[in-house]
């Protein structure tokens, strides 16, 4: 089920919520079975075969967990790291072989011309998040004096559905105890209220503004993929508008996932920082799904040997981390290239402060507009390869970029600004950019003018008071309400097919 | 929550008032209306019985009423205008316009059988009737009441903003009257104009809808619901296909699924000699817009078939046409 659908927000949503605090009358225990069973009805909404593989992997990894727990209580640590141990490759596995399998039969018969017949198989939904989500669990476990719960909480606490396909990452620690304090099961106006609000931002974000980009960003990559060369506005274009996309879209997300969870008595971590303004890469990183590099950075940099061991290592272990998190998004070799990218850009900038002597203090903020502007600069083009349909596209995108494949300019356009016909050549219409009629130009300019004016300019839903949220409401809503029961079609979630 | 409702419904009054009274798409949608105003002009000073073309852009820039007038001695009104706009709005808008023994020959694009209900509801004609025609509005059902309302998404209102301040600049629309005859055809579309179009960029387009689809069509219902009044009044409707490219074709299924959607409740159905797909060659901008000479001649195969579904004489084309020469339609 999509949190942007009417089936979900006028028919599970108020069923679930309502359902909670009623059964929470009769009992946390109650409460958490509405939970879980809703958490079911959610996940199975598209495919309700893939309730039991959930339900299991939740059953496998609570029981493993309990067993590496009681082990390390009993300071048998080393037997407790054996099981958890044995817990992340069976969940790992299962990762595997629905994701990757086909992945490394293609690349295995391409290099070493082996075929290996790999049945394809519909990636389970969410199977990237609460698999990362119960290898925290089982980390945790393995710690002698962590906090224990019941497989009804831990249940709850993975089959919850806000966070259930697309995250955020949270760790157990920090739901698994709200999910047993008694005020939890109460209604709340005040949280009622303040979540919904979130909830309806976040859903403005990937509705209103989203899929807005999306339609702008598709044109360019699609004939990209299609092997068509792009003029320098197109592939720009094309690429401003997946970098608003993918924003809008994830953090539109995360914003429902915390709106619908505050609904819930939860709280969840913000996962959004207005990354697009951090002021270098290594905080974009701190910025950008922020629980995902949480997660990457305790459960991979920091076992790897994280900045201990020298400068090589560290470079090393940041290149590892990147990869694996770029190979988590996608089975692919782009995935692969953009995770590579961002590792190498966190090194050359662990270097560069390593040897780059502090800038004077009047220059400090010419150096932090610097930094922000090739931060920005840097993330936006590594999104091609992210974005685009293998590796040939994405070289067309950046060919395009970089005008390699000719600069043109609508000639309505050049004949109201002739100066411009001294770069650009004329033509009717530029054909993969939005609609590719007349007044694409200047829609789709106006609209990226927009949209990074938004994200580069405008605080963060997180950083809005409650009367500004309603401001922010006020200017949204009723073009949220337009774009969930009037759109011809809706776009799914970005993140669902990762 | 109550301020939470009440910014829910700040948003909701201004949106209504912005978009439904005040701010429009005098560049976009302009001269769509001033079109369909034109040939509901051309169609009420036509005497009966007359031929009325109804399509989408196909219609003028595939078909010369003017040829078809001349071969079949009838007077034609080329009425098509865009895919988008909806058929129910079209229909709506000729039946007062439409006499007993008055023929309406439809070739829609195929993409007409299939548009959505939700793609319809919000087409351009949804602002166009919310602004400027609310009597033909409140005719249609009240789903579309509630798709004019809100038929502006956050591209649209940064386009009407946009064409609103340049309208106050002096920028003029496309004038169509320098393109369009006194029969409602497109005129002057000949190769040397032809612009790159993604559709031909990228081979053709899709591919054509199956006989399932079409026959499941919203577009379709409201075709079948045209037929059935339109045979209660005496009004003949005559189906047909669209000039379409050949590198795509269409199934035969799908021709007997577009045939049957006509003649299941009376009307009639015109098949064109393979199924009226042509080379790259005969096309303008689009695998929906035939080069002006190609569209002469496409008439011409046109006039010829209809007439003796008619029942009328084919006279021969009228000499002008012999100047435009079109070798991807041999006649």
Same mark, same amino acid.
């Given at each position: 089920?999509?949190?942007?659908?009417?089936?979900?927000?006028?028919?599970?949503?108020?069923?679930?919520?309502?359902?909670?605090?009623?059964?929470?009358?009769?009992?946390?225990?109650?409460?958490?079975?509405?939970?879980?069973?809703?958490?079911?009805?959610?996940?199975?909404?598209?495919?309700?075969?893939?309730?039991?593989?959930?339900?299991?992997?939740?059953?496998?990894?609570?029981?493993?967990?309990?067993r590496?727990?009681?082990?390390?209580?009993?300071?048998?640590?080393?037997?407790?790291?054996?099981?958890?141990?044995?817990?992340?490759?069976?969940?790992?596995?299962?990762?595997?072989?629905?994701?990757?399998?086909?992945?490394?039969?293609?690349?295995?018969?391409?290099?070493?011309?082996?075929?290996?017949?790999?049945?394809?198989?519909?990636?389970?939904?969410?199977?990237?998040?609460?698999?990362?989500?119960?290898?925290?669990?089982?980390?945790?476990?393995?710690?002698?004096?962590?906090?224990?719960?019941?497989?009804?909480?831990?249940?709850?606490?993975?089959?919850?559905?806000?966070?259930?396909?697309?995250?955020?990452?949270?760790?157990?620690?920090?739901?698994?105890?709200?999910?047993?304090?008694p005020?939890?099961?109460?209604?709340?106006?005040?949280?009622?209220?303040?979540?919904?609000?979130?909830?309806?931002?976040?859903?403005?974000?990937?509705?209103?503004?989203?899929?807005?980009?999306?339609?702008?960003?598709?044109?360019?990559?699609?004939?990209?993929?299609?092997?068509?060369?792009?003029?320098?506005?197109?592939?720009?274009?094309?690429?401003?508008?997946?970098?608003?996309?993918?924003?809008?879209?994830?953090?539109?997300?995360?914003d429902?996932?915390?709106?619908?969870?505050?609904?819930?008595?939860?709280?969840?971590?913000?996962?959004?920082?207005?990354?697009?303004?951090?002021?270098?890469?290594?905080?974009?990183?701190?910025?950008?799904?922020?629980?995902?590099?949480?997660?990457?950075?305790?459960?991979v940099?920091?076992p790897?040997?994280?900045?201990?061991?020298?400068?090589?290592?560290?470079?090393?272990?940041?290149?590892?981390?990147?990869?694996?998190?770029?190979?988590?998004h996608?089975?692919?070799?782009?995935?692969?290239?953009?995770?590579?990218?961002?590792?190498?850009?966190?090194?050359?900038?662990?270097?560069?402060?390593?040897?780059?002597?502090?800038?004077?203090?009047?220059?400090?903020?010419?150096?932090?507009?610097?930094?922000?502007?090739?931060t920005?600069?840097?993330?936006i083009?590594?999104?091609?390869?992210?974005?685009?349909?293998?590796?040939?596209?994405?070289?067309?995108?950046w060919h395009?970029?970089?005008?390699?494949?000719?600069?043109?300019?609508?000639?309505?356009?050049?004949?109201?600004?002739?100066?411009?016909?001294?770069?650009?050549?004329?033509?009717?219409?530029?054909?993969?950019?939005?609609d590719?009629?007349?007044?694409?130009?200047?829609e789709?300019?106006?609209?990226?003018?927009?949209?990074?004016?938004?994200?580069?300019?405008?605080?963060?839903?997180?950083?809005?008071?409650?009367?500004?949220?309603?401001?922010?409401?006020?200017?949204?809503?009723?073009?949220?309400?337009?774009?969930?029961?009037?759109?011809?079609?809706?776009?799914?979630?970005?993140?669902?097919?990762? | 929550?109550?301020?939470?409702?009440?910014?829910?419904?700040?948003?909701?009054?201004?949106?209504?008032?912005?978009?439904?009274?005040?701010?429009?798409?005098?560049?976009?949608?302009?001269?769509?209306?001033?079109?369909?105003?034109?040939?509901?002009?051309?169609?009420?000073?036509?005497?009966?019985?007359k031929?009325?073309?109804?399509?989408?852009?196909?219609?003028?820039?595939?078909?010369?009423?003017?040829?078809?007038?001349?071969?079949?001695?009838?007077?034609?009104?080329?009425?098509?205008?865009?895919?988008?706009?909806g058929?129910?709005?079209?229909?709506?808008?000729?039946?007062?316009?439409?006499?007993?023994?008055?023929?309406?020959?439809?070739?829609?694009?195929?993409?007409?059988?299939?548009?959505?209900?939700?793609?319809?509801?919000?087409?351009?004609?949804?602002?166009?009737?919310?602004?400027?025609?609310?009597?033909?509005?409140?005719?249609?059902?009240?789903?579309?009441?509630?798709?004019?309302?809100?038929?502006?998404?956050?591209? =649209?209102?940064?386009? /009407?903003?946009?064409?609103?301040?340049?309208? !106050? +600049? @002096?920028?003029?629309? &496309?004038? $169509?009257? *320098?393109?369009?005859?006194?029969?409602?055809?497109?005129?002057?579309?000949?190769?040397?104009?032809?612009?790159?179009s993604?559709?031909?960029?990228?081979g053709?387009?899709?591919?054509?809808?199956?006989?399932?689809?079409?026959?499941?069509?919203?577009?379709?219902?409201?075709?079948?619901?045209?037929?059935?009044?339109?045979?209660?009044?005496?009004?003949?409707?005559?189906?047909?296909?669209?000039?379409?490219?050949?590198?795509?074709?269409?199934?035969?299924?799908?021709?007997a699924?577009i045939?049957?959607?006509?003649?299941?409740?009376?009307?009639?159905?015109?098949?064109?000699?393979?199924?009226?797909?042509?080379?790259?060659?005969?096309?303008?901008?689009?695998?929906?817009?035939?080069?002006? =000479?190609?569209?002469? /001649?496409?008439?011409?195969?046109?006039?010829? !078939? +209809? @007439?003796?579904?008619? &029942?009328? $004489?084919? *006279?021969?084309?009228?000499?002008?046409?012999?100047?435009?020469?079109?070798?991807?339609?041999?006649?």
């Amino acid at each position: 089920m999509l949190f942007g659908t009417p089936i979900f927000i006028l028919g599970f949503l108020p069923v679930a919520l309502g359902g909670f605090f009623v059964a929470g009358q009769m009992g946390p225990r109650a409460a958490l079975v509405w939970l879980v069973a809703a958490g079911c009805v959610f996940y199975g909404w598209s495919d309700p075969l893939l309730v039991p593989l959930l339900l299991a992997s939740i059953l496998g990894n609570w029981l493993i967990g309990s067993r590496a727990a009681a082990l390390a209580d009993a300071g048998r640590a080393p037997m407790a790291r054996l099981w958890v141990g044995g817990g992340i490759v069976a969940d790992l596995a299962l990762l595997g072989w629905y994701k990757y399998a086909g992945f490394v039969a293609a690349n295995v018969a391409a290099l070493g011309g082996i075929d290996v017949a790999v049945a394809a198989r519909a990636l389970p939904l969410g199977i990237s998040f609460f698999t990362f989500q119960q290898i925290m669990f089982l980390v945790d476990c393995g710690r002698s004096g962590a906090a224990r719960c019941g497989l009804l909480s831990y249940a709850g606490f993975v089959g919850f559905f806000p966070h259930l396909i697309a995250g955020p990452l949270v760790q157990p620690g920090e739901i698994i105890p709200q999910l047993s304090h008694p005020r939890t099961f109460r209604g709340d106006a005040d949280n009622l209220t303040a979540g919904l609000t979130v909830f309806l931002l976040g859903l403005a974000k990937k509705l209103v503004l989203a899929d807005t980009f999306a339609a702008f960003a598709d044109p360019g990559f699609n004939a990209a993929a299609r092997g068509a060369t792009l003029t320098f506005f197109e592939a720009w274009c094309a690429t401003l508008a997946y970098s608003l996309q993918i924003y809008f879209d994830f953090s539109g997300y995360s914003d429902m996932a915390i709106g619908l969870a505050r609904m819930f008595n939860i709280r969840f971590p913000q996962n959004f920082d207005s990354p697009y303004r951090a002021p270098n890469i290594s905080a974009f990183w701190q910025r950008w799904h922020i629980s995902l590099g949480r997660f990457l950075r305790a459960h991979v940099y920091i076992p790897l040997g994280g900045n201990r061991r020298g400068i090589w290592r560290q470079a090393r272990n940041i290149l590892a981390t990147m990869l694996l998190g770029g190979l988590w998004h996608g089975a692919g070799w782009t995935f692969v290239l953009w995770g590579a990218l961002h590792g190498m850009a966190m090194v050359a900038h662990q270097s560069f402060r390593r040897l780059a002597p502090a800038a004077p203090e009047r220059l400090r903020p010419v150096a932090r507009c610097g930094g922000r502007a090739l931060t920005l600069l840097f993330v936006i083009a590594a999104w091609v390869p992210f974005r685009a349909d293998g590796m040939a596209a994405a070289a067309r995108v950046w060919h395009g970029m970089l005008g390699l494949d000719g600069i043109a300019l609508p000639d309505a356009l050049l004949a109201i600004a002739p100066p411009l016909a001294r770069i650009a050549d004329p033509v009717p219409v530029l054909r993969y950019l939005g609609d590719a009629r007349t007044l694409s130009f200047p829609e789709v300019c106006s609209c990226l003018a927009l949209g990074w004016l938004i994200v580069l300019a405008a605080p963060n839903v997180h950083q809005l008071s409650a009367a500004r949220r309603r401001v922010a409401l006020a200017a949204s809503f009723a073009f949220t309400v337009q774009a969930l029961f009037f759109a011809p079609s809706v776009q799914p979630f970005l993140y669902f097919q990762f | 929550m109550p301020a939470l409702l009440a910014a829910c419904a700040v948003s909701m009054a201004v949106y209504g008032a912005v978009f439904g009274l005040l701010v429009g798409r005098p560049l976009a949608h302009g001269p769509l209306a001033r079109q369909i105003d034109a040939k509901l002009a051309l169609g009420a000073a036509a005497p009966s019985p007359k031929l009325v073309i109804l399509a989408g852009s196909n219609g003028p820039y595939s078909h010369r009423c003017e040829v078809l007038e001349a071969m079949l001695s009838l007077p034609c009104i080329n009425a098509g205008i865009a895919v988008g706009i909806g058929l129910d709005y079209l229909f709506a808008r000729w039946r007062p316009f439409l006499r007993p023994g008055d023929v309406v020959y439809l070739p829609m694009e195929t993409a007409q059988y299939i548009r959505s209900r939700s793609a319809t509801r919000v087409g351009p004609d949804a602002a166009i009737m919310l602004r400027h025609d609310r009597a033909t509005l409140v005719a249609l059902p009240p789903d579309r009441w509630a798709g004019a309302l809100f038929a502006v998404d956050a591209r =649209a209102a940064i386009m /009407a903003l946009l064409e609103t301040l340049f309208t !106050a +600049l @002096g920028v003029a629309p &496309a004038n $169509a009257d *320098a393109t369009t005859n006194r029969w409602g055809d497109h005129v002057g579309h000949g190769r040397s104009d032809a612009a790159g179009s993604p559709a031909f960029a990228i081979g053709g387009g899709s591919g054509e809808p199956t006989a399932a689809d079409i026959r499941a069509g919203y577009g379709t219902s409201l075709i079948v619901a045209f037929v059935t009044w339109a045979r209660a009044r005496g009004v003949a409707v005559i189906g047909g296909v669209p000039a379409a490219l050949d590198a795509v074709p269409l199934p035969a299924d799908s021709i007997a699924a577009i045939r049957a959607t006509y003649e299941q409740l009376g009307g009639r159905f015109l098949e064109l000699p393979g199924a009226a797909r042509y080379p790259r060659a005969a096309f303008y901008d689009s695998p929906d817009h035939l080069i002006e =000479a190609c569209q002469i /001649a496409h008439s011409i195969r046109v006039a010829s !078939a +209809l @007439g003796p579904l008619l &029942a009328r $004489a084919v *006279a021969a084309p009228p000499a002008w046409t012999a100047s435009f020469g079109c070798a991807a339609i041999p006649l």
